[in-house]
Every structure is written in structure tokens, then in C-alpha cells.
T-cell receptor
Framework: SQKIEQNSEALNIQEGKTATLTCNYT??????LQWYRQDPGRGPVFLLL?????KEKRKERLKVTFDTTLKQSLFHITASQPADSATYLC??????????FGKGTRLHILP | DAGVIQSPRHEVTEMGQEVTLRCKPI?????LFWYRQTMMRGLELLIY????????DSGMPEDRFSAKMPNASFSTLKIQPSEPRDSAVYFC??????????????FGPGTRLTVL
């Protein structure tokens, strides 16, 4: 069956360290992958898009990698801060003008 | 721009009642999406529209669910009759174009629906 999985339900990281979140998928050949942030009681907010021909994308303290051979994307937050605490969702292009979302990883940055 | 607007923000209703959720997309966006989010199933796409036309409603769970987009600035999602298993947060999102091109989606604040 077609699946998209994010590495863990929750992740605790010490402030100042790099947080790394994983998104794995099977049975797709996506043209791109997106990452969103969701705070409690709010809708997801778009962060970054990476296309299949891009290995890496950066935006300020955020870095995303995309390995189409491993069928995996890694999302890194460097110099993490308590304000980075949120749920992070990956979203995969599955064709037919649709994307599907992973269930998300709840990230807690500990002061 | 005020962003995507949804109403109501919270809805509590009894089983069997009709529920109507409303969405105003961002002006100029021509794609609109309805999602449902639960702890168990995550964020699921129910239906999406492009230029007010329903393109894919394969995610609509059953005939009790229906959605309309009478014009570019308004959409509704209706559940009739509602059941307790419909309890979830319903999000509306809009974008400049179809998801296939990679356009980012802008989400509304959601409607938390509780069916007793």
C-alpha cells in the first residue's frame, strides 16, 4: 500500500542543538516534497519545498534534503530554539494534482 | 489579506443534525482544498476545487458529505446527517494553482467539530 511515515511521534531536543526529522515514503515517485509547521489550534503553515532534482534546500536555520533513491527527506533545524517547538508535517506529491501529508512529528525544544 | 477564513471555529452538534462548514479562500487563489484532521488518521484530503469546479472528491468518506463552491470566494462542506465519528478538525486551504505544480497551500484556522 502507499505510505508516508514520519520518524517518531515526538522528539525532544536540547536548545541550541540541531533537530533532525525524517520523512519516509513507499510506492511513490514524487516530483516534490513539502514541509509544513503546525502549532496547536492552528492550521499548517508552509515552510519549504524541495523538488526531485534538488538534493538540498536551505532557508535561514532550516535545511531539507531529498533522496529519491532512499525515498526519504530529512528536515533539519540548526541552533534550535524553544520557539521552534511545534508539529512538523511532510507532504508528498502523489500525482493527479494531489499531495498527502504524514501524521507529523511533535518537536519539543527544551530550554 | 486576512488569509483563509473559516467559520464557525467550533461546532458542537448532536448526532443526526446537519452541519455546514464555511470557507473563504484568499483572493486570487484558484484552488481550494478541504481536509479533515484526527489523531488517528492525520490530515486527510476530502475534496479539492480548481476554478470553482470539483476536481477530485475521492477522499469524501461517504454520501453524507457534500461540498460546493458557488463562486471564487466561498465554499461549504456539509455533513448530513452527522455522526460521532465525524468529530475532527476540518481545514480549508487555498493556493494559487494546482498541487501538481508545487504551489504552497495556505490553511485556515480550522473548524473543530464535535458530534455528540
Amino acid at each position: 500500500s502507499q505510505k508516508i511515515e514520519q520518524n517518531s511521534e515526538a522528539l525532544n531536543i536540547q536548545e541550541g542543538k540541531t533537530a533532525t526529522l525524517t520523512c519516509n515514503y513507499t510506492n511513490y515517485s514524487p516530483a516534490y516534497l513539502q514541509w509544513y509547521r503546525q502549532d496547536p489550534g492552528r492550521g499548517p503553515v508552509f515552510l519549504l519545498l524541495i523538488r526531485e532534482n534538488e538534493k538540498e534546500k536551505r532557508k535561514e536555520r532550516l535545511k531539507v534534503t531529498f533522496d529519491t533513491t532512499l525515498k526519504q527527506s530529512l528536515f533539519h533545524i540548526t541552533a534550535s530554539q524553544p520557539a521552534d517547538s511545534a508539529t512538523y508535517l511532510c507532504a508528498l506529491d502523489i500525482g493527479n494534482d494531489k499531495i498527502i501529508f504524514g501524521k507529523g512529528t511533535r518537536l519539543h525544544i527544551l530550554p | 489579506d486576512a488569509g483563509v477564513i473559516q467559520s464557525p471555529r467550533h461546532e458542537v452538534t448532536e448526532m443526526g443534525q446537519e452541519v455546514t462548514l464555511r470557507c473563504k479562500p484568499i483572493s486570487g487563489h484558484n484552488s481550494l482544498f478541504w481536509y479533515r484532521q484526527t489523531m488517528m488518521r492525520g490530515l486527510e484530503l476530502l475534496i479539492y476545487f480548481n476554478n470553482n469546479v470539483p476536481i477530485d472528491d475521492s477522499g469524501m468518506p461517504e454520501d453524507r458529505f457534500s461540498a460546493k463552491m458557488p463562486n471564487a470566494s466561498f465554499s461549504t462542506l456539509k455533513i448530513q446527517p452527522s455522526e460521532p465519528r465525524d468529530s475532527a478538525v476540518y481545514f480549508c486551504a487555498s493556493s494559487l494553482g494546482l498541487a501538481g505544480a508545487g504551489y504552497e497551500q495556505f490553511f485556515g484556522p480550522g473548524t473543530r467539530l464535535t458530534v455528540l
